[in-house]
Every structure is written in structure tokens, then in C-alpha cells.
């Protein structure tokens, strides 16, 4: 449940650097889990990561050049 309610299943793909998930249309949007995935400080089609939560992130997972907003 870590995109949160609705979502049944989630896979990263590293090598295409995307995220494939099912949900249920009753319990959520896939806008609303772009904003779930922006809260968490990942940016998701467009919806720009939340710079605080980017910046708790762990070093490894920040993306980020110079890590700086763009």
C-alpha cells in the first residue's frame, strides 16, 4: 500500500526508469497516485516531486543534477 488505497499492484522497471500500476477506479485516480508518488519526493508524468520530501530522500535515490529543481 505504499502508493496508498486503490493500488494493487506496482513494478519499477529500472532500465525504462518507469512504474506500472493496477488500481481500482472506486478507491482512487492515477492522478491521485501521481500526487502520492510527488509527496513521497519522486516527480510522476509531469507532477513535480515536493522539494522537502525530494530533499529527505536518501542521497542514492535523489535524481536530481546538482540536486537542484530545474
Known amino acids: 500500500a505504499a502508493l496508498g488505497r486503490g493500488v494493487r499492484t506496482a513494478t519499477w522497471n ?4 518507469r512504474l506500472t ?15 502520492r508518488i510527488a509527496a513521497a ?8 516531486a ?3 520530501a525530494y530533499n529527505r530522500l536518501p542521497h542514492c535515490c535523489q ?5 537542484h529543481v530545474h
Open 41 to 48: 519526493g519522486h516527480t510522476a508524468d509531469g507532477q513535480e
Open 21 to 35: 500500476f493496477q488500481y481500482r477506479p472506486d478507491k482512487t485516480t492515477p492522478t491521485q497516485v501521481r500526487q
Open 63 to 67: 535524481y536530481r543534477e546538482n540536486h
Open 14 to 17: 529500472a532500465q525504462t526508469q
Open 50 to 52: 515536493d522539494t522537502e
